[in-house]
């Protein structure tokens, strides 16, 4: 991507490079407010009666009731995620893809704080029966705040990203026509899994070409933004599917376009094996994405238990993801001899 000419005042400038700064205490603030509320006085339900014994959270978070899977979503949910994006952050003043990394590591902790209590209730009621109630102030400090934070913050990193990008007349035309394939080629489907399940097409195959000639922010722009939000309205399943199934897992094509340099290399000349492997590499990242994308929704829309929402997504997600590589590597050849014309944005 080439990096926007417009000068800025020196109050502004200044205010651009202290932004990250500000973006990393917001969310460290958040994060801690975010543990003092989650891990304080969370109640236990028996019979459906609030009962005592009570307990802390944090306290069985390390090393109590919970199993080791909900204590590694709980710790990447609030932690690993939220600091390697503020990290991410700071890498982004070098090199703007790292914004985008950002953006898509705050997306998740704002959608696995969506569904903390539900893991949490869930994990307790298999092992002990037990049902978890929250307080309000506990539903505040456990959804409210986290998920505002990490949606903010993912919201400002792309703003920055942004900031430092400019998007021409090219661009939008070709991210138009892209997105426009995409939508048709949606209506196409190889197999449809119910009335109202996911199906298998070619859709992807358009947004992973986006991604790989517009890069990882315009990727996510376009594919993610502009055309996951199409595409949720031409669905008809209401807009509460957007930020799982469509932001996530449309923009999770974005994935693709960090390996850009690597696949359209100075040295790509014609089919190579250098090119395939990371296009192979970078789909199934992308597939990954989208597939965490469709579990989560599969949880929280639908109510499906995690062992169900994986099974559900497994077969329509996997299916097209792998026909969207296979075609993507079927045409690698043309795509660099397109590529020699109209070069990609580095």
């Not at 009731?65 to 991410?88: D, E, K």
């Not at 055309?227 to 897992?249: E, Q, S, W």
Request: net charge positive; charged share 10%.
């Amino acid at each position: 991507m080439e990096e926007s000419k417009q000068q800025y005042s020196p109050i502004r400038q200044k205010m651009i490079k202290l932004m990250p700064l500000c973006i990393l205490g917001f969310v460290l603030l958040f994060i801690g407010l975010s543990f003092i509320g989650t891990f304080f006085d969370v109640k236990v339900k028996i019979d459906g009666v609030k009962t005592y014994p009570s307990f802390t959270l944090g306290s069985t978070l390390f090393g109590g009731s919970f199993s080791g899977p909900t204590t590694a979503f709980f710790i990447t949910t609030y932690l690993v995620f939220p600091l390697i994006a503020c990290g991410a952050i700071f890498l982004g003043r070098k090199h703007k893809n790292f914004y985008v990394v950002a953006v898509l590591l705050f997306l998740l902790s704002g959608i696995n704080a969506i569904v903390v209590r539900d893991i949490a209730a869930n994990d307790l009621y298999v092992s002990s029966g037990y049902e978890l109630g929250y307080e309000p102030h506990d539903i505040f400090f456990c959804y409210v705040l986290p998920i505002v934070a990490f949606f903010i913050a993912g919201l400002v990193a792309l703003s920055i990203a942004a900031s430092h990008t400019s998007i021409s007349a090219i661009d939008i035309t070709e991210i138009g026509v892209l997105i426009a394939m995409a939508l048709v080629l949606n209506f196409v489907k190889i197999v449809q899994l119910g009335e109202s399940g996911g199906s298998v097409n070619f859709q992807m195959l358009p947004l992973m070409i986006l991604a790989l000639r517009k890069g990882p922010l315009k990727g996510f722009i376009g594919a993610g933004i502009a055309y996951g939000l199409i595409n949720c309205l031409a669905d008809g399943y209401g807009i509460v599917t957007f930020p799982f199934d469509y932001l996530l897992g449309m923009g999770s094509v974005c994935v693709l376009g960090f390996f850009q340099p690597l696949i359209f290399g100075k040295d790509q000349n014609g089919y190579n094996i250098k090119g395939i492997l990371f296009i192979v590499i970078g789909g199934i990242l992308s597939t990954a994405l989208r597939f965490v994308g469709g579990c989560t929704s599969s949880m929280i829309i639908y109510g499906y238990e995690i062992q169900a929402a994986m099974a559900y997504n497994v077969l329509y997600v996997s299916i097209s993801g792998a026909i969207a590589i296979a075609a993507l590597v079927a045409i690698y050849g043309p795509m660099i001899m397109v590529n020699k014309r109209f070069p990609v944005e580095k």
